[in-house]
C-alpha cells in the first residue's frame, strides 16, 4: 500500500455476491479508488509515461499514481485527451458498463473504458483505464501493476518492471547468523588520493571469500555509507568511496568494506525522520558496579 493517505480500493458485495473487481461480471466492474485528500506528489509513487516509442525530451508525457490497493485504472479526461492526441493506440471497450465507487462509498462519474497504448523505459503496456473527472491524477492498479510485473523500489520511490533474474538470485543468498546475505570487498586494488574520493570496483564474497557470481539487487551497508545497488552478472559493483584524511588511502585487494542485506529487510525512512534521531540525545550509562576493581582498599587523594 501506498503512503500519503490513500485508501485501499475494495470489491463491493452485490445482491450478496461478492465480486471481483478484476474480473468482467455481466459487463459490471465495481470498484472503490483512491481519495484525493493528499495530493503531494513528494510522497507518494508516481510513474512517467511516453505515449510513443520513439521519445525526445519533449516528447509529451502523462503521470500517474502507481498505487497496488486500486483493483482497476483510472485516467483522467486531460490524459486521455494527450493520450488520444499524441498516443499510438486507443480503442473504446464495447459493451462494458463502469461502475466506480470511491473510498465513501459515492458513485464517481465514469466516460467507459478504454484500452490504451503506453510506453515505461521504452517497452509498450496495453491495458484497460476507466476515464472519470472525479480523480486529481490518473491511478495505475492491478490490471496493470499484476500483469506487467511493475514494482517499486521501496528506497527511491521508483517503479520499474520486476527483475525476475535478480529477485531468483536474491531468494538463493540465505540469511547467515548476523543476518546478513553476504560480505562486500574490494575487487581491484585501489588508491584513493587524499582529501578526494573515487568509484572502487567492489564485489559479493561469501563466508569463505569466494566470489558471488550473481545479478541481484541488495542494499549494502558499509559503515557511514549505505546504498541499494544492483551488481552485474559476476557479482560487482561500482561504488563512491571518499577518503577525508589529509594522506592517500591505499585499500588492496579482499579487504572488508561492510556487509550485503536483503533490501526488504530495511525500512526507508523520511528527511524528517532521519534529522529527529540525529538530534536524539545520547543515552549516558553509568558504571557498573561489577566494572570496579575492588581487591585492594581505595585509596584517597
Not at 466492474?29 to 520513439?54: G, M, Q, V, Y
Not at 464495447?94 to 461502475?99: A, L, R, S
Not at 510506453?119 to 486529481?136: H, R
Not at 570487498?185 to 558471488?212: P, Y
Request: charged fraction near 25%; proline fraction near 5%; charge should be positive.
Amino acid at each position: 500500500m501506498v503512503t500519503g493517505g490513500v485508501r485501499a480500493p475494495v470489491a463491493k458485495k452485490v445482491g450478496g455476491k461478492l465480486l471481483d473487481p478484476m474480473l468482467q461480471s455481466e459487463n459490471i466492474f465495481t470498484i472503490c479508488t483512491a481519495e484525493n485528500n493528499d495530493a503531494s506528489p513528494s510522497r507518494r509513487p508516481f510513474i512517467k509515461f511516453h505515449l510513443r516509442k520513439e521519445t525526445t525530451s519533449q516528447s509529451p508525457t502523462i503521470t500517474a499514481l502507481y498505487n497496488t490497493g486500486a483493483a482497476v485504472s483510472l485516467i483522467t479526461p486531460a490524459d486521455f485527451e494527450t493520450v488520444k492526441r499524441e498516443g499510438e493506440r486507443v480503442e473504446r471497450i464495447q459493451g462494458v458498463t463502469c461502475k466506480v465507487q470511491n473510498a465513501s462509498q459515492q458513485p464517481m462519474q465514469t466516460e467507459g473504458a478504454w484500452r490504451v497504448k503506453l510506453f515505461l523505459k521504452g517497452k509498450p503496456i496495453i491495458a484497460a483505464m476507466i476515464v472519470t473527472n472525479d480523480v486529481a491524477q490518473s491511478i495505475i492498479g492491478m490490471n496493470i501493476i499484476g500483469p506487467k510485473r511493475l514494482v517499486m523500489d521501496p528506497i527511491t520511490c521508483t517503479v520499474d518492471f520486476r527483475d525476475e533474474g535478480a529477485i531468483a538470485a536474491l531468494g538463493v543468498l540465505a540469511c547467515r547468523e548476523d543476518g546478513t546475505i553476504a560480505d562486500v570487498r574490494v575487487v581491484k586494488a585501489t588508491t584513493i588520493t587524499a582529501r578526494h574520493g573515487r568509484l572502487v570496483k567492489l564485489g559479493l564474497f561469501n563466508s569463505d571469500q569466494q566470489r558471488i557470481h550473481a545479478s541481484v539487487e541488495t542494499l549494502v551497508d558499509m559503515d557511514l555509507i549505505a546504498a541499494t545497488v544492483k551488481t552485474d552478472a559476476e557479482g560487482g559493483f561500482l561504488l563512491h568511496i571518499p577518503n577525508a584524511n589529509y594522506e592517500d588511502r591505499e585499500i588492496k585487494r579482499g579487504t572488508l568494506m561492510g556487509k550485503a542485506h536483503k533490501i526488504t529487510d530495511w525500512t526507508p525512512i523520511t528527511r524528517t525522520e532521519a534529522v529527529q534521531m540525529a538530534k536524539e540525545p545520547k543515552r549516558e550509562l553509568r558504571a557498573h558496579l561489577s566494572l570496579i576493581h575492588i581487591s585492594e582498599p581505595t585509596r584517597q587523594y
